[in-house]
């Protein structure tokens, strides 16, 4: 299935890029897209933990499941005064 993945901040200064599109496996949750994000960019693996995933819009667990055409957002922390 191909996702497309929206990256912010910290993030996209990773991935030199606001986004990527991925091929992933039927089966696959979000969980499995920052694996596949994490293996190209491997700076992204210190990110996770303080990272919110948001599918089609609405934030979702990293185990939420994947569908074909999904948009995929990574939203680091943000900080603000």
């Known amino acids: 299935m191909r996702i497309a993945v929206l990256v912010f901040a910290r993030l ?4 030199g890029a606001s ?12 969980e499995d897209a920052w694996a596949s994000l994490s293996a190209q960019h491997p700076a992204l693996r210190a990110e996770r933990r303080s990272t919110r995933a948001a ?5 979702v667990d990293f185990e939420a499941p994947l569908s074909d055409g999904d948009e995929l957002a990574f939203l680091p922390p943000v900080g603000g005064g």
Do not use: H, M
């Open 55 to 59: 599918r089609n819009g609405r934030l």
């Open 19 to 30: 986004g990527a599109i991925l091929e992933l496996p039927a089966g696959a949750c979000v």
């Open 12 to 15: 996209r200064e990773i991935l």
